[in-house]
């Protein structure tokens, strides 16, 4: 469509060689890389592989206190015990299992009347991600750009992650826990903004399921690290501070910024330098009279109108992020709410994580040819759906095991991973480049919130387990419903800035009746 394009061919009609050297093509990034570095090829690979990477370790951290935090087996050190609960016992005569340092609540007694202090560290790690989502976010999209933000992300995440094995308490371990997420809270948004902003429309739904792809890859490694270190919870996050660390002085020297980044920072010699390489690797060769067409008139224009100010953006931030809290509690609290089943640990921990692979292949297939909103939608109405159900199996299992219940709250988790996933996508598309990274830290803020409010439900549905799985499936449903009301993005082009999607989706919007109302002054 021409209106959608920014070009400026001068044409030389039949001159010669030199008439030709003279001419000047401007196309715009999304033009370039579909038209001549190609939308997916091994450059983009190799990008996408890298910065994935990251993933693995922001996986653990984010829920490495499944292990850490869990509350292990005791016993009575006599032949009998007198009372079924341990908070009836003189302490001298019962102990743990694992001992004494085998998790943060066997080691500063966190039970009986201290018991709902142990869920303080992990809400507040999620308050934490809250905060540093929206200054990541910031620092990714005006200041650091993308890759320098995952740097410092990186660093601060072993730092802190090292530094909560020495805590004497649990109040300094809470501290610790809310420092860690707000540092690894820049990983997961500019990891997915800088792999999904290197590649074609077709394929950017794809790519995003390749990150959580290593997510799913960290969660699975986790019961793999906790069962050797089992005996001590702090070598633990030891062994998880290596990552970030090793990735930041290994991998990260070889990802490259994104030239929609540098483009609509004004240092589009740079952009053209990471396209040019990007190309080679894809073995085509650029156009020497190629450039970046100018996607704002000057850098103070491009942030002359903030996300806040744009009425049709507001609007669908503020939706995305009423879904987010919805997903985002259902997502975490399924995870954390593990150790209410009547199975082993590490058991359980590995059914979760194995159920996000085929959430992962199922959305990478689906999101190619499916509809954002439907797909996110359908996701979020069958996870809350199976969370109802599994209220069934909760208030009548009488025996040990509850496989059914097991096998429903599985699957469900399974839809509630493919609508976490896909809504990141969709908020990828939903905005332009200027406030992309902002907008997705916007929407992480909102997954935190519900998940920082989710511990304690997982403490509630240990009184009440049918309490815990109405009100998860409640909110997944609300947050498909919400979602109808956004625009549909799928193979929709990448915007630079506010003004030029706000222009071309008007332009477009006698076509589209629903982006209408969105994009409009109403």
Same mark, same amino acid.
């Given at each position: ?18 008439d030709n050297a003279a001419q000047k093509v401007e196309l715009t990034i999304d033009e370039i890389i579909e038209e001549h570095v190609g939308s997916f090829g091994c450059s983009q690979l190799l990008q996408v592989f890298f910065v994935s990477l990251a993933w693995i370790f922001d996986s653990q951290n984010t829920l490495i206190t499944i292990f850490s935090d869990a509350q292990p ?89 090292f530094a909560t094995s020495f805590s004497p308490n649990v109040w300094v371990y809470a501290l610790l826990r809310f420092s860690n997420g707000f540092s690894r809270s820049g990983i997961g948004i500019c990891c997915l903004v800088l792999s999904t902003e290197a590649v074609g429309r077709k394929w950017r739904g794809q790519v995003g399921q390749y990150g959580f792809f290593f997510f ?148 990478? #297939?689906? &999101?190619?040819? *499916? @509809?954002? !909103?439907?797909?996110?939608? +359908?996701?979020?109405?069958? %996870?809350?759906? $199976? ?40 908020? #990828?598309? &939903?905005?332009? *480049? @200027?406030? !992309?990274?902002?907008?997705? +830290?916007?929407?992480?803020? %909102?997954?935190? $919130? ?73």
């Open positions: 469509m021409a209106e959608l394009q920014e070009l400026v061919v001068h044409d030389g009609g039949d001159g010669g060689g030199e087996q005791w016993k009575c050190k006599g032949s009998s015990c007198p009372s079924s609960s341990m908070c009836g016992l003189d302490r001298g005569a019962w102990e743990w299992v694992g001992g004494d340092k085998s998790s943060t609540i066997a080691e500063w007694g966190l039970i009986c009347d201290k018991k709902f202090r142990a869920g303080i560290p992990a809400s507040l790690f999620f308050v934490g991600s809250l905060i540093g989502s929206a200054a990541h976010g910031r620092l990714a999209d005006s200041y650091l750009g993308r890759k320098k933000t995952i740097l410092l992300s990186c660093l601060l995440t072993a730092i802190t992650s799913t890859v960290g969660f699975l490694s986790l019961p793999v690290i906790a069962y050797p270190a089992r005996k001590s919870w702090r070598n633990l996050y030891k062994i998880i501070s290596i990552l970030p660390l090793a990735y930041a002085v290994l991998i990260l020297p070889f990802i490259s910024e994104s030239p929609r980044w540098l483009a609509v920072k004004g240092r589009r010699r740079e952009a053209m330098n990471v396209l040019t390489k990007m190309a080679k690797l894809n073995g085509r060769t650029l156009p020497t009279n190629l450039s970046i067409s100018n996607p704002v008139i000057a850098e103070d224009s491009g942030r002359s109108k903030s996300l806040w100010s744009a009425k049709w953006a507001l609007k669908r931030v503020c939706t995305l992020m009423v879904a987010g809290i919805g997903i985002g509690f259902v997502y975490y609290g399924v995870q954390l709410n593990v150790e209410n089943l009547s199975f082993n640990l590490y058991f359980t921990v590995a059914v979760n994580a194995l159920m996000e692979i085929p959430a992962v292949f199922l959305g990478s #297939v689906l &999101l190619s040819f *499916t @509809n954002r !909103r439907i797909l996110f939608s +359908s996701s979020a109405f069958l %996870a809350g759906i $199976l969370c109802i159900l599994c209220i069934l199996f909760s208030g009548k299992r009488k025996s040990k095991h509850s496989w059914p219940q097991l096998s429903v709250e599985a699957i469900g988790f399974m839809a509630a991973s493919l609508a976490f996933d896909v809504l990141y996508i969709y908020c #990828v598309e &939903l905005f332009p *480049t @200027n406030v !992309r990274n902002f907008a997705v +830290s916007m929407l992480r803020q %909102a997954l935190m $919130l519900g998940a920082a409010i989710a511990p304690n439900l997982v403490v509630l549905g240990r009184l009440n387990p049918s309490i815990s799985f109405l009100i998860f499936g409640g909110l997944s449903i609300f947050s498909g419903v919400i979602t109808f009301w956004l625009p549909e993005t799928r193979n929709a082009p990448l915007h630079e800035t506010l003004e030029q999607q706000e222009k071309e989706e008007k332009l477009s919007s006698g076509n589209v009746g629903g982006e209408t109302e969105l994009v409009g002054s109403n």
